[in-house]
Each structure stands twice: as C-alpha cells, then as structure tokens.
C-alpha cells in the first residue's frame, strides 16, 4: 500500500537496528513468546469485563490471518491503522480511496469486519474524511488529547525533555481545555484517544514499575469521570507484565466507580453515540411551572434533572438526579431548557450533541439559561460554554451521556506491534516515507 514513493531514512537508522536486533534476539530465545504475551494481555482485560481494539494495517492482516481470526472469535475488535505519511502533503482523493479500500479488502479476505479507521498523529483533510465516510466506516480516531497525569520528578531531566518533545510532535491537545467526548463530523463519529500511552511512560519516561503506570492511568480515569468524558486508554501487548499490573489498576479503579464507568470497545461506544445521536429530549409544558420530560422508550437511556421538583428521580452525584423511566412530570420556576439566538445555529447543535434541551430563537424569560454565540464555538469555547452551564443554580433537564446511567466511558485500544522481523521493516520503512 504505498502512498507515496519511499527511501530507506539514513536519519534515525540507528533505531531501525537496534529494535531489528532486539526482536531478532527476542525470536531467537522464544518464538511463541509474543502469543504469550498477549494472551496475558487479553487475560487481565477479560478478568476486568473487558476487551480492545486492535488497530493493524492491511499487510499485518494479510501476514498474520489465523491470529486474527482467532482473536475476532474471542470478542477482539480490529480497526484499520492509516498508512497515511505524517506530512499533510497527502495523496490525491483517488489514491486515498484506492489505498484505503485495498486495505478493507485484506480485512474482507481475511474474513475480519472492520468499522474504525485509527489514524492518531496522522493530518486528515476532507479528501481523505469522505474517503473514509464513503468507503463506509463508523468511526475514526484522530484527535489525540494528554492528560496530566505524570509529574516531572518520575524521571530524569533528559527522559522528560524528550518527553515533551515527543508530545509537541503528536500534536496533542490537554484534556483541561477540551471536551474528551465523541463527536460527529458528517456520518461518522470521532472518537479521541488518549496520551500518554504505556509504551510513552515505559520506554520515553523509564517507568518500570506497573504500580507507577496505572497510578498514571488512574490519575486520568479520575479526570475524565469528574468531567463525564472518554478516556481511551493505548495499551500495547507489548507493555509487559508492567502493562498489564497498569491496565489492572486501571480497570480496578474503573469498576468500583459509583455512578458507574461504561467500560466498552470502540465499535461499542461509537455505535452508542450514533444510537443516542437520533434520540430527542422532549419538554412539554402541562401546567403552570410544570412540564413533562420524555425520551425514547429505551432501558439504555437516563434523563438527568437539576434543581427542580421531580417524584421519580433519584440521586445520581452529587448535583443531578437520574429519573426512573423514560418519562416525568417536573415543576420548577422556568423552563429547564436552553435558549439560544436565531443565529446560533453552531452553537445549538453543539448543545444538542451534548444532550441539553435547546430552544433556538426562545424568548431569553422562558428558559432557565440563554446563550447567544453567533460564530461556531471553538473546543476551548466549548469546555467553557458547558462550564457556565453546569456552574448555573437553574433548573436544567439533559440527556445521559452514556448508556445505563454511566457517568463516564472507558475503552482500551493497542496495536498487535511487530510480530516478526518482516513486520518490523515493513513498519519502520513505512513510519520514514
């Protein structure tokens, strides 16, 4: 699948070596100890009712047909990884169609489905997007967001140096200044993931210790529940034993959440966001102060309340409610609706997405919060836009944003790494195009 014409990179070829002379040892001591490995792996995640998403490129596929197979039998998810260059000088439309849709059919050959198109650190203009919509997947993840969970004291001054150097060429976004939550951008849902990841921590930052790392993915999971986010955690096989007491802990800390942790693969948690996409709020006055609140009949759906006076709601934390069904009547001073100008058209969709009832055009005396913000919000504007709504003492009625009253998502996702030494040079001749 070559998008462009390639040169082996004299830059870095110290690397190539010695992870080439790392693996040929490796093969040397034990062929099957990377089965190995990753049946640890796959144990600890089924141990905690969970699973992962591989992402693997179509030659891996077509090498290594059987273990994928075995793996999609035993709940494994598979995503398509871009071969795309880093570079945004990218290939035609027609190319990009071509590449991508070679890649599904080494997927179809060999008898693997694939909804996810896994393309982190990778620039996708809207050529490539309608490539990727057109061709028919669900989901893609691209945005890749960091959360501070690592203090500078884990290790060396060179270690961290290197570090944030790797970080400033990922392009990573802080979670404290975005919204970490899946997002439609046409037909398809994006889905973020999250740094930094466990080959970061051990190899950038020389934590060996898997106490040390799931810490670090504590910190985070404890992040994105406060904010009700994603956090979609990179967890290779080729972590270790130090990975796997990391996705452990992790996992651990997830389950004994109350409001719970939604712990799901990919394909999971894109297929909800689209389900809950199509599902509309409803608030309909019936009396004086008083309205009726209704979603689809739907188990997986929980209508959230604040600050008003509702019979069947019950605590869910420590500000909203969770109502019992999918209907209720509620009382309180005003609407428990958002209003938004004419001309925020942007603006509502956003707030429709993130599950508020919107009124375009209200009278700002008929709903409990008013917003007029002409120009589509940026995702700093975003996280502050929801900040201002959640900090109002009015009455707000929204939609769950996960399913069964989670409060919060978790999803693990790796690579299956280099397999063989032909995987090796294939993907470092591939990363220097």
């Known amino acids: 699948m070559n998008l462009s014409v390639r040169s082996f990179p004299s830059r870095r070829g110290a690397d190539f070596f010695r992870r080439l002379g790392q693996i040929n040892f490796d093969l040397h ?3 099957p100890s990377g089965e190995r490995e990753l049946g640890r792996y796959l144990a600890t995640l089924r141990n905690h009712g969970a699973n992962t998403t591989f992402a693997v490129s179509g030659a891996t596929v077509r090498r ?11 709940g494994v998810e598979f995503s398509i990884r871009a071969d795309f260059p ?3 000088a990218l290939p035609s439309s027609t190319d990009q169609r071509i590449q991508i849709a070679e890649t599904v059919d080494a997927f179809v050959d060999a008898g693997v489905q694939v909804s996810g198109f896994h393309a982190p650190r990778v620039f996708l203009d809207q050529v490539t997007m309608a490539a990727i919509e057109h061709l028919g997947f669900e989901y893609f993840c691209n945005q890749t967001v960091f959360y501070h969970c690592v203090d500078q004291t884990a290790s060396s001054a060179g270690r961290w140096t290197r570090f944030q150097k790797a970080l400033g060429r990922h392009e990573v976004v802080p979670s404290d200044e975005t919204l970490v939550r899946p997002r439609m951008r046409g037909r398809l849902v994006e889905l973020p993931v999250a740094q930094p990841d466990d080959e970061m921590l051990i190899r950038g930052l020389g934590m060996s210790r898997g106490e040390d790392l799931g810490q670090a993915w504590v910190r985070a999971a404890e992040d994105s529940y406060r904010q009700g986010d994603l956090l979609v955690i990179q967890a290779h096989p080729s972590g270790g034993a130090s990975g796997r007491e990391a996705l452990a802990i992790a996992l651990s800390c997830a389950l004994d959440k109350s409001p719970s942790i939604w712990i799901a693969q990919l394909r999971e948690i894109a297929a909800w966001w689209r389900a809950r996409e199509r599902c509309q709020l409803r608030v309909e006055p019936t009396g004086p102060q008083q309205w009726r609140v209704s979603v689809a009949d739907d188990p997986r759906f929980t209508i959230l309340v604040r600050n008003v006076v509702c019979a069947r709601a019950n605590p869910w934390d420590n500000v909203y409610r969770a109502v019992q069904g999918s209907s ?13 100008s004419s001309r925020s058209e942007g603006l509502a969709a956003f707030l429709i997405e993130e599950g508020y009832v919107v009124n375009v055009g ?38 769950a944003r996960w399913p069964d009253g989670a409060r919060s998502a ?24």
């Open 29 to 31: 001591v034990s062929l």
């Open 64 to 74: 290594h047909r059987d273990l994928n197979r075995f793996l999609c039998d035993r």
């Open 86 to 88: 880093s570079e945004r």
């Open 328 to 340: 209720c009547l509620i009382e309180g001073p005003t609407c428990p609706t958002v209003g938004v």
């Open 362 to 399: 209200a009278d700002p005396t008929t709903c409990s919060i008013y917003l007029d913000r002409p120009s589509p919000p940026t995702s700093r504007e975003q996280a502050a836009i929801i900040k201002e709504i959640e900090a109002s003492s009015k009455p707000i009625v929204r939609l």
């Open 410 to 433: 978790l999803a693990v996702c790796g690579t299956l790494g280099d397999l063989s030494i032909r995987d090796l040079i294939a993907h470092v001749w591939g990363e220097r195009r």
